[in-house]
């Protein structure tokens, strides 16, 4: 009587443990349709045609064009703004991991004085609203006379792109055990190799993690490049912004251009994925 009793026990708990992971698959992949579907209506929309677009109900099954493609690259210069926008994001991202990682290092290793001031100011740059310095930039770089350049977005996007990396990097350093640093300068390391040897390897994913974030800031940004660019410097976000007419809205050529902007932030973050995990699994083993 007692074995039935704990059999049953046993099976009734089973039977529980294989709802629970029934419930939390489907609320994993209700999640994951609601992400994923905005990206499959955006690409299926640039590759239908207007009358297929435009349909109600929606069509489902379609013969697929590249027209949108070829109207967004070459007849709105969609390709050169995405040109400009990849230059722009990469050369922020690669300044600001190079600022950024040695001064993170100092904040979390050395007392100074002004530390504490030091890293309000770092944290406070991103409470400040774009909006609001977007007229002190402008008249800046007007009296410079950097309007339309990729050095001034460059310069600009560095100012909100390098708190995060100081931000992000700080934490990571301070989770590094001190007695590596410690054991380095024993063995006759100089703080330049206990920095680039030690403490770099360690603080990977944070780095990795932080040049995501800045890449993307610096790629998605509308307004700063909508105030500061004319036609040279035009990055991707604001060519999407020049379909929009009184008119009409060319729903597949919008499409298309949004498909041709996130792509490059997926390739980044697959390129990028590797090198996370890379950075957890490295060491200070001699």
Known sequence: MMNTTVTSRSQRARAARQRATIWHFLGLLIVFLSSVFPFYWMVTTSLKD????????????????????TDALFQHDVLGSLVNSLIIASSTTALAILLGTPAAYALARYEFRGKQDFWFWFISN??????????????IAT?????????VLILL??????????????????????????????????????FWRINLPLAMPGIVVSAIFAFIFSWNDLLYALVLTREDAVTSPVAATSYMSGYELPWGEIMATGTLIVLPMIVF???????LVQGLTMGAVK
């Open 50 to 69: 207007r009358a297929d677009a435009l349909a109600y109900p929606p069509r489902w099954i379609f013969k697929p064009t590249l027209s949108h493609y």
């Open 157 to 194: 996007y560095l100012t909100f792109s390098l708190p995060i990396v100081v931000w992000i990097c700080t934490d990571q350093f301070r989770n590094i055990p001190v007695e590596l640093d410690e054991a380095a300068r024993l063995d006759g390391a100089s703080p330049w190799r206990v």
């Open 269 to 275: 973050a697959l390129l990028v994925s590797g090198r």
């Open 126 to 139: 991103r409470m400040v609203s774009p909006i609001v310095l977007a007229v002190p930039f402008f008249l």
């Open 143 to 151: 009296k410079l006379d950097l309007i339309d350049t990729h050095i």
